[in-house]
């Protein structure tokens, strides 16, 4: 009897060991990088006043984003997030340079946000209410007889008054 205890016993050890092991494994991160940012040393070399947008751009390669603008700023945007088991992703850091362009067409400005510069802009959903009021379609359609003039029908229209 002695023995089919200690089988049992050591079934459950590893079976409590594989158990926290893919526990383990699941609980693991996963991680994605998205986007560019230049390096310090890769922005020392951009010149305020000096450098243009095809300059900057020669020099640290094209934007993540642009405005419309002739003058508009260049942004690099690199962002991190993580995945941790059945969770949805949560971004852990972001890093974004701002490189302005004043009226000129030079640089006049270049400026490092992290994420905790960011700021949460709360979106306003508006909803248009409909006018049906817990109606059926077979309610509004027969609802309708009665409310068209059957001269509009065939083409004439009775003269107002008569």
Excluded: W
Excluded at 4 to 9: P, Y
Aim: charged residues 20%; aromatic residues 6%.
């Amino acid at each position: 009897m002695s023995g089919t205890n200690g089988t049992v016993r050591a079934a459950m050890r590893r079976l409590a060991l594989l158990a926290g092991l893919t526990l383990m494994v699941a609980c693991t991160p996963i991680t994605r990088n998205h986007g560019y940012v230049p390096s310090d040393e890769a922005l020392a070399g951009i010149r305020v006043g000096v450098d243009t947008r095809d300059s900057v751009t020669t020099a640290l390669g094209s934007p993540t984003t642009d405005g419309v603008d002739a003058n508009s700023s260049f942004y690099y945007i690199a962002s991190h997030f993580a995945t941790i088991g059945p969770f949805p992703p949560r971004e852990t850091s972001r890093e974004v340079v701002a490189i302005d362009f004043g009226n000129n067409g030079k640089v006049s400005n270049i400026a490092r946000y992290s994420l905790a510069d960011g700021k949460v802009i709360t979106l306003s959903q508006r909803v248009t209410e409909d006018n049906v009021r817990d109606t059926t379609f077979l309610r509004q359609l027969l609802g309708n007889i009665g409310r068209f003039n059957a001269g509009d029908l065939i083409g004439t229209s009775a003269p107002p008054g008569g």
